[in-house]
């Protein structure tokens, strides 16, 4: 996936924000993107665009947060928070949504600078440059269901089926969920030009 929007900038700052909002100030991510004037004032194809450097983080966060780690000398301090999620912003961009090397590095700089955080960029623009060169070797090493999962669901999951099907539930789990549509009328012919299928359960339905 590689999408390029009107204004770089913007779409990372909004992601930022929403991200920041979920995960340090524990809203539901379905309110946060809700709430967010500025998301939702987007074009449409840019709303989409931060959805999934979104949604895609926290399905990964495990695996982003070991990347990141993996690159710094000591952890980020809790006033510094924000450069965490700028960093989170642009591993996913980096690694796991294939946006273009120079587009994700140089937009994730210039977060910190948007941010207040103008001391962070050689270190920002330092950890994706590392990552850009050693993610490959890093990711064969990581336990992808269990980094990806948090331990006390893990545990539960365990607890409940078995290693092996708490395995595949974790890796569904990291799958974007297709869409479910209905139709007002039977209108067959228009699920291929949508790129889906019917449903077994009703024509009138299709799956994309």
């Not at 926290?58 to 510094?80: T, V």
């Not at 001391?119 to 590392?130: C, E, P």
Request: proline share 3%.
């Amino acid at each position: 996936m590689f999408y390029m929007d009107s204004d770089w900038l913007t779409t990372r700052v909004i992601a930022t924000n929403i991200l920041d909002r979920v995960l340090v100030y524990k809203q539901f991510l379905d309110e946060a993107l809700e709430s967010s004037v500025a998301f939702n004032n987007l074009e449409v194809r840019d709303r989409a665009f931060v959805r999934k450097i979104v949604s895609t983080v926290l399905r990964r966060l495990g695996q982003i947060d070991s990347l990141i780690f993996c690159c710094l000398k000591k952890p980020i301090s809790g006033s510094n928070r924000i450069v965490l999620t700028i960093l989170r912003v642009g591993v996913v961009q980096l690694i796991f949504l294939k946006t273009a090397d120079h587009a994700a590095i140089s937009t994730s700089v210039d977060l910190a600078v948007y941010f207040k955080k103008p001391t962070f960029k050689n270190l920002i623009n330092a950890v994706l440059r590392r990552l850009q060169r050693e993610s490959e070797s890093i990711l064969t090493r990581q336990d992808i269901e269990k980094i990806n999962t948090p331990n006390w669901l893990w545990n539960s999951w365990v607890d409940a089926y078995g290693e092996d099907l708490t395995r595949k539930i974790a890796l569904a789990h990291l799958n974007e969920p297709p869409l479910d549509i209905s139709h007002k009328t039977c209108q067959i012919e228009s699920e291929p030009l949508l790129g889906g299928f019917l449903l077994p359960w009703g024509t009138e339905r299709c799956r994309v």
